[in-house]
């Protein structure tokens, strides 16, 4: 059996055959024909055209059983779960509380505001004159012309001056039953003992040490010395005493001077104590007040009069 090539398509071929089979194979294919004859190429030629659409069909199949077991468990979830939090990055929204009225945020109630205490924003609160523990918590700040002097006899003054800050000061003593300070800062000796006078302008302080050197105690004759007292009985001195020239009673202060509150009223001939002079004819006494218990407070020297 010999081979011959073809001169239409270049093929080779059996010379069993009369005419080329692959060219009578597209003949026919065109001619949309039976194919007469077929030879080993045509043969290889069908099984190829019907294996293809089977291979595309099962990479497919494939790629989509794939891209299920990589991307599945998302496609599972709905809508509402993709764009909700998970529970703990949830944070619950916090009521808003309303403050009633008169109440404070503990809950507690709000006291209303004493006439006279309410204050101007802006201004300065200035200590009471007996409050020198909070003013000892003020920073240092201002100066004064001396910061430690002796007074040698009980009525002896001394006056200090003080500078810087507001201008505006408040005088307090640390005890004022051994050295008394008015308003202008002028220090007398009551009784033997050492003790601080303070000076304040509210934000501000600045401490004296005052040493009463001297034995005995402060006392005074009705129109002399540095507190003028009209006591009747000639002198008052610390101690036992009694309120006399008081009509109904005398009102006993919070502080030295009548725009004080008044903490009590004493009758005529009760018992006090004189603890110390407050200046300007004040003294601060303590007494028994509601229920036995000792109060402490300031009267005026022409009520009092010593046992």
């Known amino acids: 059996m010999a081979m011959k090539r073809c001169p239409v398509c270049g093929e080779k071929y059996s010379d069993t055959y009369k005419n080329c089979p692959f060219c009578e194979e597209e003949a026919a294919l065109r001619g949309g024909g039976k194919v007469r004859r077929g030879g080993r190429r045509s043969a290889g030629r069908q099984k190829v055209n019907l294996l293809t659409p089977t291979l595309v069909v099962l990479i497919l199949i494939m790629a989509a059983l794939l891209i ?3 991307f599945g468990d998302r496609f599972q979830k709905t809508p509402e779960e993709s764009t909700t939090l998970p529970e703990e990055e949830v944070q619950p929204q916090q009521p808003e509380l309303e403050d009633p009225e008169g109440t404070d945020p503990e809950g507690g109630d709000v006291p209303e505001d004493p006439a006279g205490t309410e204050q101007d924003p802006g201004t300065t609160t200035t200590p009471a004159a007996s ?55 002028k220090v007398t000796a009551v009784s033997r003992g050492t003790v601080n006078v303070l000076v304040t302008d509210g934000s501000k302080k600045a401490v004296c040490i005052v040493r009463c ?19 009747a009985g000639g002198t008052l001195r610390t101690g036992s005493a009694v309120v006399v020239n008081g009509g109904n009673g005398v009102n006993v202060r919070s502080g030295p001077g009548t725009s004080y509150e008044s903490l009590a009223t004493v009758p005529n001939g009760a018992s006090i104590q004189i603890t110390g002079s407050a200046g300007d004819g004040w003294y601060k006494i303590t007494f028994s007040g509601v229920g036995g218990v000792e109060t402490a407070g300031y009267m005026k020297g022409e009520f009092l009069k010593n046992d």
């Open 131 to 185: 409050d020198y523990e909070t003013a000892s918590q003020l920073p240092d700040g201002l100066t004064l012309s001396t910061t430690d002097f002796t007074l040698k006899a009980a009525g002896e003054t001394h006056t200090i001056q003080a500078s810087g800050g507001s201008g505006e000061y408040t005088w307090i003593s640390e005890d004022d039953g051994v050295a008394s300070v008015d308003e202008n800062g």
């Open 213 to 231: 050197s001297f034995s005995g105690t402060l006392t005074t004759t009705p129109g002399t010395g540095p507190d003028t007292g009209t006591a």
């Open 68 to 70: 299920y077991l990589l």
